[in-house]
Every structure is written in structure tokens, then in C-alpha cells.
T-cell receptor
């Protein structure tokens, strides 16, 4: 089975802190994604990566950056955390390139609270 | 117009009945379609995918795709209380690097 592991289930940080969320997948997937999910707003794509050191902005990249130094690991960075970044963060991965029809597989999520 | 639209619900279904969920999408070039189930406080879990027009069955779940009308549906037969969850429809466009467009989800409540 595909395993996508997020480093923390719950995280509490303070305003202005630099926050790192880590995600690791064990299926040699090319594609990795970071979403946030808020009540009434659904899943929103923050950033995605289709290869090592490659990244593309999603729908809401402001205030975030990402790093993909190794194929299995995709990190989301909140440069200076703010209260409006309190949310559930979900990492996902999938196999293949543009032509692939493979689904995304999700980690368990990190519930991040910024105080 | 949203790319992927679903009724938010809640859809109330008696135990043992069929739950019918619908999803419409705007991009005619979309090529693959996924249904995820999400329990409250949990992450989405893939339950079905369909690529070709017609029906695809997997246990109590049936996905139906009609590309001409741009809709995909999910039927849950013999609904159980454990099926109470939010169901997300996701669509992959032909030109995307594995990116999926998600609907906002339909909440299903199965009543005993």
C-alpha cells in the first residue's frame, strides 16, 4: 500500500515563527502536493512538485514556500506564520507525468494552530 | 463557474437504501475522475476511479461517467452508518501534472 507520512498530526506555533511541515512517501512517486483544507472552502492547492527540485505554485501560494531535495520528501514552509494560516494541511503524492491517470494518495494531515 | 461542482448536502439516506451523489465538471478535456471519502477530522481516502464512459462497480460502490454531459456520479448501495462521511469528487485535466480539481464535497448521513 502507498504510505504518505506527515511528520506531525497536531502542531501549535506562534505568530511570526517559521514553520516546517514535512511529508514523506514510500512509493517512488514523481508528483507531490500540499493542500490546505478549511470548512466551507474545500481542498485548496498550495504548491506541487513533479520532480526533485521542481515546484509549481498552486492556487494559494502566498505566505508559503516548499522544498523538494529528495524524491520521497516534500516540505512546506510557512515563512512567518500568521493566524489565518491556522488550518488542516494535507500532503498527497501520485505516480507519473502529464499523461498519467493515477490517483493522489493522502497523508493523515497536520492540524496546525497559529496563536 | 467552479471547475467541479457537487451538492454540499447533507444527503440523508436510510440505512440499506441507495445513496446517489452527483458531480459536474466544466473542462471537456478532463480525462480521469476520482471519488474520495473523508470522515470528519480525517484525510481523504480513495474509493473509486473511472476513466471511460459507463459504469464501474466495486463492491457496494458504482461510479458512472458521462463525458458528453460532463458528469460523474457515485452510487452507494445498501448504505451503512459507516458510510456517513463527506464524498469528494476529483477530476484530472489532460494538461495537468497529476493535478486534481476537487469539488467541495457532499456530506452523506446514513440514518439507522
Amino acid at each position: 500500500d502507498v504510505k504518505v507520512t506527515q511528520s506531525s498530526r497536531y502542531l501549535v506555533k506562534r505568530t511570526g515563527e517559521k514553520v516546517f511541515l514535512e511529508c514523506v512517501q514510500d512509493m517512488d512517486h514523481e508528483n507531490m502536493f500540499w493542500y490546505r483544507q478549511d470548512p466551507g472552502l474545500g481542498l485548496r492547492l498550495i504548491y506541487f512538485s513533479y520532480d526533485v527540485k521542481m515546484k509549481e505554485k498552486g492556487d494559494i501560494p502566498e505566505g508559503y514556500s516548499v522544498s523538494r531535495e529528495k524524491k520521497e520528501r516534500f516540505s512546506l514552509i510557512l515563512e512567518s506564520a500568521s493566524t489565518n494560516q491556522t488550518s488542516m494541511y494535507l500532503c498527497a503524492s501520485s505516480f507519473g507525468a502529464t499523461s498519467s491517470n493515477q490517483p493522489q494518495h493522502f497523508g493523515d494531515g497536520t492540524r496546525l494552530s497559529i496563536l | 463557474q467552479k471547475e467541479v461542482e457537487q451538492n454540499s448536502g447533507p444527503l440523508s439516506v436510510p440505512e440499506g437504501a441507495i445513496a446517489s451523489l452527483n458531480c459536474t465538471y466544466s473542462d471537456r478535456g478532463s480525462q480521469s475522475f476520482f471519488w474520495y471519502r473523508q470522515y470528519s477530522g480525517k484525510s481523504p481516502e480513495l474509493i473509486m476511479f473511472i476513466y471511460s464512459n459507463g459504469d464501474k462497480e466495486d463492491g457496494r460502490f458504482t461510479a458512472q461517467l458521462n463525458k458528453a454531459s460532463q458528469y460523474v456520479s457515485l452510487l452507494i448501495r445498501d448504505s451503512q452508518p459507516s458510510d456517513s462521511a463527506t464524498y469528494l469528487c476529483a477530476v484530472k485535466r489532460a494538461d495537468s501534472w497529476g493535478k486534481l480539481q476537487f469539488g467541495a464535497g457532499t456530506q452523506v448521513v446514513v440514518t439507522p
